[in-house]
């Protein structure tokens, strides 16, 4: 007996969709796009810290695939530093550019699973880079520091809302109300506080119940937080192949 296939509203930024929804397509799930955020470049002073020529790093980490899109550059000159990427997709993306990384053997693509790597153990004395968009996190830098790293920031991009059509918000909704969308993927509590600015009244009651397909237990906190009320759909791990294990969990459950 086949199932109707359980529509996903992926809401990550045009350039980064295409991987988790084709990937979600592949599980039989019907696929719609609404990216609530863009990511826009952010040039560095001159005198950051960054780019100083004398300036060398023990490690340079890149915590996205955006970091490495707006920050690659900052790798040159720094030969002899160990350049870690934060989860597959990141390392993916410089391998891409050309640049050398230390793949590591810990699971996830978060800071905590970062933090547990034998290349970050001993720092102490280390000068560090870590290159991410403005705002976000800062336990992996305040980690580092307490282990005797200097670690400077390169915030390389911002986050910003992203601007589709009313014609494209409006079509979203009506699928919404025709049922053709089960689950919103959310991958930080900034996509959420995006998507609720995006959408009309109506849109925003339709996310409120509606099941939320999250990268971490963190992201469900943040959507209990903005009043969201749907089900969690928790992955163990924040890369694709973490949402997508998650969705296949859920989708077998929801088949039962």
Not at 39 to 64: D, Q, R, W
Not at 194 to 218: C, D, K
Request: with cysteine; aromatic share 4%; charged share 15%.
């Amino acid at each position: 007996m086949t199932h109707p296939a359980i529509g996903v509203l992926v809401t990550r930024a045009a350039q980064q969709a295409p991987p988790l929804a084709s990937a979600l397509k592949a599980c039989g799930a019907s696929v719609f796009l609404l990216p609530a955020i863009e990511p826009v470049g952010y040039e560095l002073e001159a005198t950051h810290p960054a780019l100083a020529p004398s300036n060398h790093f023990a490690s340079i980490i890149f915590v996205s695939v955006n970091a490495v899109r707006f920050g690659a550059h900052l790798c040159d000159g720094q030969q002899s530093a160990r350049v870690i990427s934060m989860g597959p997709a990141t390392s993916a993306a410089l391998k891409q550019a050309g640049i050398p990384n230390t793949v590591l053997a810990n699971p996830g693509s978060d800071s905590e699973a970062l933090l547990q790597s034998p290349d970050l153990s001993h720092v102490d004395g280390a000068r560090i880079l870590i290159v991410k968009g403005m705002g976000g996190r800062a336990l992996l830098g305040d980690r580092l520091r307490e282990r005797g790293a200097t670690v400077i920031y390169a915030d390389v991009y911002e986050r910003q809302r992203a601007n589709p059509s009313p014609h494209t918000i409006a079509t979203i909704e009506d699928h919404w109300r025709q049922g053709n969308i089960s689950v919103v993927t959310a991958t930080s509590g900034d996509v959420l506080r995006r998507l609720n600015e995006i959408l009309s009244p109506t849109g925003r009651q339709y996310l409120s119940h509606t099941a939320l397909l999250v990268s971490s237990a963190r992201v469900g906190a943040l959507a209990r937080d903005q009043g969201l009320l749907g089900p969690l759909i928790i992955a163990s791990q924040p890369d694709d192949a973490g949402l997508v294990a998650a969705f296949k969990r859920w989708q077998i459950q929801s088949a039962c």
